[in-house]
Structures are given as C-alpha cells and as structure tokens.
C-alpha cells in the first residue's frame, strides 16, 4: 500500500511557550491580531466601530455592577491549556488584579467570558466557545451584533457547552459567580 500526500501531511501544534517565542524573535508583530487556537495562530479582523462601542458599554457595565467582587479584562489574553491562548472580548475573572501581573488568567480564575461577533458570528460561535466549554469555563456569552441577540452558554463538558440558550430578559441578566449581581443590557441591543 503506497502513501497519498495527505497520509504523509503533520500538522504541528503550537504551545503556548513556542506561541510567545515566535513574538519575541519577530515572527510575530507586536501589533499583531493573533490568539492561540488549538494550537493555531488564528488572525483576528480589526475591530469595527460597532464592536469596540458594545465592547466598552459591556465592560463599563460589569465594572460598576461587580465593583471589588470581580475583575474585568477586555480583550486579553486567557490561558486555557498548553494550545490555548484565546483573547476574548471580556473576560470576568476572580480578584484581586494584582494576581494576573505574572500570569494570564486560567481556567479556575474565570467566572465568564463574553465574545461579542459581528464579522466573526460563524469562529466565536463554532470555535471558541466550544474551546471556553473544553476548557471548564463555568459561562460564556455570545452577543450577535447583527441579530441582536445574546446566547448563553453552561455546563462545560469536554466536548464544550451542553446548554445553551437565548437570553430573553436582557434586563436582569444574571452573572455568574456573583448571583446577587444582575446587569441590564438592553442598551446594548
């Protein structure tokens, strides 16, 4: 039996640690648009207006609604696992701040991560949300700009999310972690 070209074809899988090599030796811009996807540098569209504007409404938000009880990343980095290094929109991660000065948050410090789509719907959705699920993120939340809806995503597995439903009342939108804290995000749809 004789091989084909795709029998003989490996794909290589980055590390974190290789990921940060490649920006230290240039390979990588340091204003590059890059996350660490299952092992894969995955470049990121620039952000339109209308994403940044629901990104910062999002984060102001969640700042006054969680105040000390929580802290709120925009658009860093989170380590999830040796090929994962994804950059969500907002990440809600256990204080205090001063813990994440040596290290990105991981898996055990994040109470919700949130990704807000309007080119990228079909990869948030399709890819890193089910990454987040793998990865134990307790929730996610996938906001569509251009349907104007917010899916909420629960019970990780290893395969991802098992629940996933529409928000319905986006007036008292319960955050998790913090089950006193509702946010009123009706501004934003």
């Known amino acids: 039996m004789s091989s084909t070209a ?17 920006g230290e030796v240039g390979i990588l811009a340091p204003d590059a648009r890059v996350e660490l996807i299952d092992g894969e540098v995955i ?12 990104v910062t409404d999002l984060q102001t938000a969640l700042v006054r609604a ?3 009880a929580a802290v709120v990343r925009v658009q860093n980095p989170i380590q ?7 950059q969500p929109d907002i990440a809600l991660v256990r204080p205090p701040a001063s813990k994440y ?13 949130i990704e807000v789509a309007d080119t990228t719907l079909r990869y948030d959705r399709d890819v890193k ?3 987040y699920g793998r990865a134990g993120i307790p929730e996610a939340w996938l906001l569509d700009v251009n ?27 319960r955050v998790p972690g ?12």
């Open 6 to 22: 795709e029998d003989l074809i490996h794909r290589h899988r980055y590390t974190v640690e290789d990921y940060y090599r490649m």
């Open 43 to 54: 470049e990121m569209p620039p952000i339109g207006a209308p994403h940044a504007s629901i």
């Open 66 to 68: 969680v105040g000390d």
């Open 80 to 86: 999830l696992g040796r090929h994962d290094e994804p």
């Open 101 to 113: 000065r040596r290290r990105h948050p991981a898996p055990a410090d994040i109470l919700l991560l």
């Open 129 to 131: 949300i089910h990454v």
């Open 147 to 173: 349907a104007r809806t917010i899916r909420c995503y629960r019970a990780p597995s290893h395969t991802g999310y098992l629940e996933s439903e529409p928000v319905t009342d986006v007036t008292a939108v």
């Open 178 to 189: 913090l089950e006193s804290v509702h946010l009123d995000l009706s501004r934003l749809l």
